[in-house]
């Protein structure tokens, strides 16, 4: 029996052809994971992140076409996709798109033919994507305040979402607000979650599962009225 070395879901290291006996099983994630490695461009931990993502925001939002904001690759946009055949399109929008974004798209469309023509690619910033009530906006790890404008323009098209933030500001003033209690980045995302229940919205926090990265927090919120209200 072979024995396989340490494998960290946190690596930065891209999964490739050597790491596909890692992925074994005919579930969806193993066989997802299987088209990321032959693929060869994706970080490792961005498999795990967008899964854990996906499969969370899923549990609680159906349907609705999917925005996935700082995309980079665009993984849990076609992840989301694969987990809901319900939603008709997705979007995977980036200031600046991965050359090899494309690779992992064809990988994928050809693993799920059903996915051919209902992931679109757009370069442009966040502000700049019009967005709807129906849609479900998620976004891993938009960096650093970036964060808070995925939750600004969903919040004001009342869009749901689903976002796992990273890189805080610890200089800002909703990292000092609870400073005596809690680190500068737990007090930054509470800041976040209060924002988004003062706007309207039922909230859920989560964490992703443990291993994959330090910041594992996970706001989903659906506003309370419109085409989805909770």
Do not use: N
């Given at each position: 029996?072979?024995?396989?070395?340490?494998?960290?879901?946190?690596?930065?290291?891209?999964?490739?052809?050597?790491?596909?006996?890692?992925?074994?099983?005919?579930?969806?994630?193993?066989?997802?994971?299987?088209?990321?490695?032959?693929?060869?461009?994706?970080?490792?931990?961005?498999?795990?992140?967008?899964?854990?993502?996906?499969?969370?925001?899923?549990?609680?939002?159906?349907?609705?076409?999917?925005?996935?904001?700082?995309?980079?690759?665009?993984?849990?946009?076609?992840?989301?996709l694969?987990?809901?055949?319900?939603?008709?399109?997705?979007?995977?929008?980036?200031?600046?798109?991965?050359?090899?974004?494309?690779?992992?798209?064809?990988?994928?469309?050809?693993?799920?033919?059903?996915?051919?023509?209902?992931?679109?690619?757009?370069?442009?910033?966040?502000?700049?994507?019009?967005?709807?009530p129906?849609?479900?906006?998620?976004?891993?790890?938009?960096?650093?305040?970036?964060?808070?404008?995925?939750?600004?323009?969903?919040?004001?098209?009342?869009?749901?979402?689903?976002?796992?933030p990273?890189?805080?500001?610890?200089?800002?003033?909703?990292?000092?607000?609870?400073?005596?209690?809690?680190?500068?980045?737990?007090?930054?995302?509470?800041?976040?979650?209060?924002?988004?229940?003062?706007?309207?919205?039922?909230?859920?926090?989560?964490?992703?599962?443990?291993?994959?990265?330090?910041?594992?927090?996970?706001?989903?919120g659906?506003?309370?009225?419109?085409?989805?209200?909770?």
């Amino acid at each position: 029996m072979t024995v396989l070395p340490i494998f960290s879901h946190a690596s930065t290291a891209r999964l490739t052809p050597h790491d596909l006996e890692r992925f074994p099983g005919e579930g969806l994630f193993d066989r997802i994971a299987r088209v990321v490695c032959e693929a060869g461009c994706l970080p490792r931990k961005e498999l795990y992140e967008g899964w854990e993502v996906a499969r969370r925001a899923r549990r609680l939002f159906r349907g609705g076409r999917v925005i996935d904001l700082a995309a980079g690759h665009g993984l849990l946009a076609h992840v989301m996709l694969l987990l809901d055949d319900t939603s008709a399109s997705a979007i995977a929008a980036d200031p600046s798109l991965p050359p090899s974004a494309s690779k992992l798209h064809d990988a994928l469309r050809a693993q799920w033919p059903r996915l051919d023509g209902r992931v679109h690619f757009i370069e442009k910033g966040i502000e700049d994507i019009e967005l709807t009530p129906e849609d479900v906006v998620v976004s891993a790890h938009a960096c650093g305040a970036l964060t808070d404008v995925v939750l600004a323009c969903a919040s004001a098209a009342r869009a749901r979402v689903a976002v796992l933030p990273c890189c805080h500001h610890l200089d800002s003033d909703d990292a000092r607000k609870l400073a005596g209690w809690v680190d500068g980045s737990l007090s930054i995302d509470i800041a976040r979650a209060q924002r988004l229940e003062r706007e309207g919205y039922r909230l859920w926090t989560q964490s992703i599962a443990p291993g994959i990265t330090p910041k594992a927090r996970l706001l989903l919120g659906q506003p309370l009225h419109g085409p989805h209200g909770a």
